[in-house]
């Protein structure tokens, strides 16, 4: 299916001590978007809490190019919920996308979602050949059933942060979520405020650098605190949903 036009086109990704990846996510994002976009803005927002040159690096970029934009989440407004949520509120342009930026996913499979802005108000990503570590995998397919058993979810992955969202869609719905529940809630609302949902393979690929603030090292399982976190989130969704 052809583009039909060149949109305009906010893209943002949440960063946390990710000094060896968002240049290569910035330089990728800008390459995909002079390509296919008619006007184009790059927003990273990056924890408080981060300890390393991220946020450096970002204002160094920001110099060479003004469409970069850095955006600081409070140190007491912790998750990347709340980062997404900080995004979508800063875009400029009604087509957002995001993504991790990690680097797992080839932003040239951006180009996949464009033909289909126009019939779909979410155009949502699953992960193809899923390159991660067994624990994780395991954990994410025990995550998504849950989720789909409580909340009704039918999409294959619903914490694939390769995502693009018609900013229209927050006239009717409202994020709650702060923490790891951020990307699936979005998913849970839309589905039930009966918006339309496209979904696409996009293939994914091992971190090369960094590592995931949400595991305890050496054996790719959540953080205890961050199951806590996670099941508080799903009651308050819940409850919120029944009210």
Known sequence: MPIRMKPEITVFFPAYNEEENIRIAIDNAISVLRETAKSYEILIIVYRGSIDNTIKIVKELMKKEKRIKLLIQPKNKKGVGYAIK??????????????????????????????????????????????????????????????????????????????????????????????????????????????????????????????????????NLPKPKVVFDLLKEMAALWKELHK
């Open 86 to 219: 900080m995004g979508f509120e800063a875009a400029k342009y009604d087509l957002i996308f995001y993504s991790d930026a990690d680097n797992q996913f080839n932003l040239n499979e951006f180009k996949k979602f464009l033909p289909y802005t126009k019939d779909y108000d979410i155009i949502a990503g699953y992960r193809i050949n899923r390159q991660d570590p067994f624990m994780r995998l395991l954990t994410s397919k025990v995550y998504n059933i849950i989720v789909r058993i409580i909340f009704g979810v039918k999409e294959k992955d619903v914490d694939c942060a390769f995502r693009l969202v018609n900013k229209s869609i927050f006239k009717k719905i409202r994020l709650i979520c702060n923490l790891g529940l951020g990307t699936t809630e979005i998913l849970v609302k839309t589905r039930r405020a009966g918006f339309k949902i496209k979904q696409i393979g996009v293939h994914h690929y091992p971190r090369r650098a960094g590592s995931s603030v949400f595991e305890s090292k050496g054996i």
